[in-house]
């Protein structure tokens, strides 16, 4: 089983920056791909940016792009989400979570096995 936490979360200005951390606790050998996800208030959750087990492949929202980077060290068990250029739209509850090997639709809620518990990002304008 695998536990993603979530941390890095925080009050940032518009157009300010903040590096959002997950970190995939328990033993597995699984190689599990990771998605971030979030929720801003009174609205569903929405697909972020998704990457692969080897960290080769990514995928981002079209909100996101350009300003949003994923990356994953798989020494560390952790993946990454960049946020640049923040915007006070992007306020939301951020959720890291992990894809099993071999689901194919990386923005559905449905891909994802195991969730992380989120952390608040509030943008500021």
């Known amino acids: 089983q695998v536990q993603p936490v979530e941390s890095g979360g925080g009050l940032v200005q518009t157009g300010g920056s903040l590096r959002l951390s997950c970190t995939k606790s328990g033993r597995t050998s699984t190689p599990y791909g990771m998605g971030w996800f979030r929720q801003a208030a009174g609205k569903e959750r929405e697909f972020v940016a998704g990457i692969s087990w080897g960290g080769s492949v990514t995928s981002y929202a079209d909100s996101v792009k350009g300003r949003f980077t994923i990356s994953m060290d798989n020494a560390k068990d952790t993946v990454y989400l960049q946020m640049n250029r923040l915007k006070h739209e992007d306020t939301a509850v951020y959720y890291c979570?992990?894809?099993?090997?071999?689901?194919?639709?990386?923005?559905?809620?449905?891909?994802?096995?195991?969730w992380g518990q989120g952390t608040q990002v509030t943008i500021s304008s």
């Open positions: 979570a992990a894809r099993p090997p071999g689901v194919p639709n990386w923005r559905s809620e449905e891909s994802y096995k195991y």
